[in-house]
């Protein structure tokens, strides 16, 4: 109701309520209640009131659209209680009394309603009402309970809700809320109380499902729990017993609870490689042996026979198990534990054991021995014997005494590591057993690798005095095995190691051992005459001779024995040992008397060592007759050359040989003798190494003719080298020449050069050096050094015309050094390091300063502090060519940096020209500086024109600065400065101080203030200024108002001054008015088409037949129709029936 409306809505809704009208009223209030206003609290408990007394279902409608929000709540709360609809009622009351007093009511409420209702009380008040429904009601509220607990779980937790039917001892709501999460919660406490629930409300298959499948549950708590409820089903505690090994428990139970068909069941079915632990139980229980045999019978061979075997073992019942034994073997079992079993029953019986231990291929012989130990241990040792038990079987005969057994069985065994076993010093039954071996075992063996294995194993256990006892009761009293090779030669190395006196007899007594390996060992034992004996028993001359040259040490002795058997192996061996001896002459005529060469590295060495050449001359010539070796040839040459026999060593050259010439010419040079180095070099055309030996011989020319053969760089360097130090400069030269093209040596010829001192002679090699074909850079770089540092006067020459084939970097740190600033510079600059060139420049200027050269190079400098730097280096020293400078650098300088420097420096005016040059990148430092400059010259034109163009300044000062300047025109820049800067009223009172009108009316019109206009128009009526007040009126006229204007002409009585100003408004305003009444047209056509599409969306609308009947319109309200509520349109109601019931 556009405007607000003349009449109360409450007294409308009284008209309909007293005729009766619930309908009308009601529809009438719900349009009116649309904007839900807090002000209208009263009004919506009104229609809630008015429909919850006639017609609850359309109060039920309104609550549910949640259009009204501001109502009397406990009043409509127990409105809704009285009608019935208690959702609503617990939905609205706040007091949990209130709540818990309707809830209750769950026959007249939707479950699905009531437990979304839930959802919105907190935790405490939840489980209040759901305590309240159990205790009303448990049975009919059960379910709704239940399913609030499942919903809202999480928020009320899991504990809280358990707690809640336990308390009410409701197994069965506990048993529906928990089964919702079974299959995800992984609390062992939730499944216990599940399987609980389920027990005490007779879901027996559920409790079989949950044992078997869960594995969250602690299994003893559940068991304990099964046993103490006692089902009549059995099978949910055999599941847990089953998975988690509580099968003796569960024995016991089903059959003190006479169980016995779960019994069988269990075995035959359930887990039948449980049975041993079931028969173990029973046995325990004292159950009746025939129904354990039976039960054993019924699954045969799935039982497993191991731990049957032990549960029945370890309650002395063994003989239980005969008959279901005895019936595995007749079905061919090869188990080893039936066999155990069977065995241990047999022995027990005394049955024939021994024919069953040594023909039952089947039974573990270490479990069947460790049986017999107690009963018969012969027995055990038979059991032993057949399953190689070494150590069971040592351990028992060691215990019972029965050493002859253990011997004959070590013996037979032939073992070592079970001959290392017994005989062991830590085990007290050695002595014994030893005894046995070598009066019994032993002899009665025929086998000879039984007598070897034991042999071993006493030498093995470190026992010859027992061994060598045992040798000769074999070997030397006529045995089966006195003649064994092996048992001879161990007999007598044994005696070596532990009776050396025994030694010799059995060397002499005994044929038949192995001579060359005994004799050294006896050598190597220090048995020198024993062995000495051996060979000479055995024809072994050399090794013989051997002992008496390197064990005995007696070269006469083999001189002797050498000149009696006559073999040229024992002259060699002779001579050998007189060579070690340095007994040259005797050894060289031993080795050609054995006719041997072979030595002749040895020879040579011992030869060298007493220096003599001659007799090692005829050596070689023996030696070259039979042997072809280089070492040969090439020694015999150097002992021609320390023998000075040159022609002997030219004729050797010249025939077929095979002598490394090359290393023997080198060892003859090292050895300074360079005449037969020259021959050798010579013939091989080692021409460098000729060069070399020449050098050394002081035949330069020659030298300098064998390195250009050579064309060597060492070569080169070395006759270069030696010239030099001979003073031979002009050899020097044409071998430095071949040096310098390369330039690894370049640098090392020219320091050898300069190091004597010789710095012409270099220069002129070097300057040489520049028209060869090969020349490089090093060559052109290195004489640049030169000049540098002893011809400086050449030196700039030299740079300029070699610019580009010259090392600059080189050249820029020799010039350094040796202080030469120009050509320094000039490099730089080549080298385009142009900081370091401005910078030598600047530091050394009397010699390097060029002001063209200088402002080339500023200007590619990288370090932009170098720009400041040369700005004051030409203030101190070229102040007049500054300017020229900074413009130079006016592209690249930071321009306020260079007004600072000025300034501090006073210079300011003196760079003026390049201020104006700049000032176009209108920085604030350079205006400034150019606008004071301007003003202590009372340039003022040349100000304006700053000020207009540049604006970047600190303005506020400059006005401040002027404005009581002596100068009009400057005063006038101030004002113009104020107004740029917004201070109208200031360059207001600056223009009209000075009468400057226009500029005011300029700045009264620009300021866009309507009441400086207007004080500016005040001023020139009290001025008596008409023209002024006639042109202001133009000037100002969108600030000025027409009724001031007129106002004050009409008191100054200027009429005619202001009319023109007033046709020129009333023109304006005319137009004006025509566009807006235009506008108005267009904007009322706008807002009557909307209308006309709102009234038919309204048309359209039918929500409102949605949440009531039919009833008759409303009366049309005064200024307007009705509008849509929130249920749409009313539509027309009849005017007479009960509305349907929902």
């Known amino acids: 109701m556009e405007g607000g409306s003349p009449l109360d809505f409450n007294t409308i809704t009284d008209l309909f309520l007293q005729r009766n009208m619930i309908r009308e009223a009601t529809s009438f209030l719900l349009d009116v209640l649309k904007p839900n206003l807090p002000e209208h609290a009263m009004l919506q408990t009104k229609v809630l009131e008015i429909n919850l007394v006639t017609f609850p279902n359309v109060a039920d409608a309104i609550l549910a659209n949640g259009m009204f929000t501001h109502y009397d709540r406990p009043r409509i709360a127990q409105l809704c209680e009285k009608a019935g609809l208690y959702i609503r009622a617990i939905q609205h009351y706040t007091d949990l009394s209130d709540i818990k007093r309707v809830i209750i009511n769950t026959h007249a409420i939707e479950p699905q309603s009531l437990v979304e209702f839930f959802g919105t009380l907190s935790k405490e008040w939840a489980l209040d009402c759901m305590k309240e429904l159990l205790l009303v009601n448990m049975r009919g509220n059960l379910q709704i309970v239940v399913q609030v607990a499942k919903e809202f779980a999480e928020q009320l937790g899991m504990d809280n809700c358990v707690k809640l039917f336990e308390q009410f001892k409701s197994f069965e709501g506990l048993f529906f809320f928990l089964g919702a999460y079974m299959s995800t919660s992984e609390d062992p406490e939730i499944h216990f109380k599940y399987v609980e629930a389920a027990a005490k409300t007779g879901q027996i298959k559920e409790v079989e499902r949950i044992t078997r499948e869960s594995s969250v549950y602690e299994p003893e708590r559940m068991k304990n729990f099964l046993m103490e409820a006692k089902l009549p089903d059995a099978r949910p505690l055999i599941n847990v017993c089953d998975r988690f090994n509580f099968v003796p428990d569960l024995t016991h139970y089903l059959y003190t609870n006479n169980m016995l068909r779960y019994i069988e069941g269990y075995v035959q079915k359930v887990n039948p490689s449980n049975s041993a632990l079931v028969v173990g139980q029973l046995l ?662 700053s000020i207009d163009m540049h604006d970047n300044f600190d303005q506020i000062s400059l006005a401040q600065r002027i404005e009581k300047h002596e100068l009009l025109e400057f005063r006038r820049i101030a004002a113009f400065i104020y107004k740029m800067c917004g201070r109208w009223r200031q360059s207001l009172a600056l223009s009209k101080s000075d009468k400057l009108y226009k500029d005011a009316m300029e700045t009264a019109s620009q300021s866009g203030d309507r009441e400086l206009a207007e004080e500016l128009l005040n001023y020139f009526l009290e001025e008596d200024k008409k023209e002024c007040f006639a042109s202001c009126l133009y000037t100002c006229y969108d600030l000025l108002r027409p009724d001031v204007v007129v106002e004050l002409a009409w008191l100054n009585n200027m009429q005619d001054y202001v009319m023109p100003y007033l046709i020129q408004f009333v023109r304006e305003y005319s137009t004006k008015v025509d566009e807006l009444m235009k506008d108005k047209e267009a904007a009322k056509k706008e807002v009557e088409k909307k209308a006309k599409e709102e009234k038919e969306v309204i048309a359209q609308a039918n929500m409102y037949q949605t949440l009531m009947p039919l009833a008759l319109p409303a009366p049309p309200m005064p200024g307007g129709g009705m509008d849509g509520g929130a249920f749409g349109g009313a539509p027309p109601m009849p005017a007479y029936g009960m509305p349907p019931m929902y």
């Open 284 to 945: 325990d229980d004292e159950c009746a042996e025939d129904f354990i045999k039976n039960l054993i019978l019924s699954v045969r061979s799935l039982i497993p026979v191991e731990p049957l075997v032990e549960e029945v073992e370890k309650r002395n019942r063994l003989r239980l198990l005969t008959q279901f034994l005895e019936h595995l073997v007749s079905e061919g079992s090869q188990d080893v534990h039936v066999h155990n079993a069977l065995g241990k029953i047999i022995i027990d019986t005394n049955n024939n054991p021994e024919h069953f231990l040594t023909t039952n291929p089947f039974y573990d012989s270490r479990v069947v021995g460790k049986y017999c130990e107690k009963r018969d241990p012969t027995l055990a040792v038979v059991a032993y014997k057949r399953g190689l038990c070494d150590e069971e079987l040592i351990a028992v005969t060691a215990k019972n005494s029965l050493f002859k057994l253990q011997a004959r069985y070590v013996v037979e065994r032939m073992e070592p590591e079970l001959w290392a076993i017994v005989l062991t010093p830590e085990n007290e039954y050695r002595r014994q057993l030893i005894d046995q071996v070598v009066s019994t075992a032993l002899p009665e063996s025929k086998n000879p690798d039984q007598v070897s294995v034991t042999v071993k194993a006493f030498m093995t256990a470190d026992l010859p005095h027992e061994l060598i006892e045992l040798l000769e009761k074999i070997v030397l009293q006529n045995s089966a095995f006195s003649g064994n090779p092996n048992l001879q030669n161990l007999l007598i190395l044994t005696a070596i190691k532990a009776d050396k006196t025994r030694v010799m007899d059995y060397v002499n007594r005994l044929d038949n051992f192995d001579g060359p390996a005994v004799g050294e060992i006896a050598v190597g034992s220090e048995l020198y005459e024993e062995a000495f004996a051996i060979f000479k028993k055995f024809n072994l001359n050399v090794p013989a001779v051997n002992v008496l040259l390197d064990n005995i040490n007696s070269i006469p002795r083999a001189v002797e024995f050498a000149n009696r058997v006559e073999e040229p192996e024992v002259w060699s061996q002779v001579g050998k040992a007189q060579l070690r001896e340095d007994l040259l002459s005797d050894a060289i005529a031993s080795f050609i008397r054995a006719g041997d060469g072979s030595q002749f590295h040895e020879v040579i060495r011992a030869s060298e060592r007493v220096d003599a050449y001659a007799d090692l001359v005829e050596y070689l010539l023996m030696v070259r007759k039979t042997v072809k070796d280089p070492k040969v040839d090439q020694e015999l040459v150097y002992a021609y050359a320390k023998i000075d026999k040159l022609d002997a060593i030219e004729e050797f050259i010249a025939l077929p040989n095979v002598a490394n010439l090359q290393s023997v010419g080198d060892r003859l040079f090292d050895e300074e003798l360079y005449e037969a180095a020259r021959i050798i070099f010579q013939h091989i055309s080692n021409w460098g190494r000729l060069a070399s030996t020449l050098v050394k011989l002081q035949q330069f020319q020659a030298a300098v003719d064998a390195a250009r053969k050579a064309n060597s760089a060492r070569v080169w360097k070395e006759v270069c080298f030696a010239c030099v130090d001979a003073e031979e400069f002009r050899l020097a030269q044409i071998c430095g020449l071949n040096i310098i093209v390369q330039v690894d040596d370049m640098e090392e010829v020219s320091d050898y050069y300069q190091n004597r001192g010789r710095f012409d002679e270099v220069m002129s090699l070097m300057e040489s050096g520049l028209g060869l074909e090969r020349a490089h850079m090093g060559i052109f770089t290195e004489l640049g050094s030169l000049y540098a540092r002893y011809r400086p006067e050449k030196l700039m020459e030299h740079l300029k015309l070699f610019s580009t084939r010259i090392n600059i970097p080189k050249l820029i740190r020799v010039c350094d050094e040796q202080q030469h600033w120009k050509e320094l510079t000039f490099l730089y600059i080549t080298y385009d390091e142009f900081d370091n060139a401005s910078t030598t420049i600047m530091s050394h200027s009397p010699e390097a300063w060029e002001h063209a050269q200088f402002k080339d190079v500023v200007v590619k400098v990288a370090n932009l502090e170098i720009y400041y730097r040369a700005i004051l280096f030409y203030l101190q020293e070229h102040p007049d060519l500054i300017n020229d400078l900074l413009t130079v650098l006016a592209p690249r300088v930071d321009h306020t940096r260079v007004v600072d420097l000025m300034r501090k420096s006073g210079n300011l005016p003196l760079v003026k020209p390049y201020l104006v040059t700049v000032q176009s990148v209108n920085v604030a430092a350079v205006n400034e500086a150019l606008n004071n400059l301007y003003i202590e010259e009372e340039d003022y034109d040349r100000l304006r024109e």
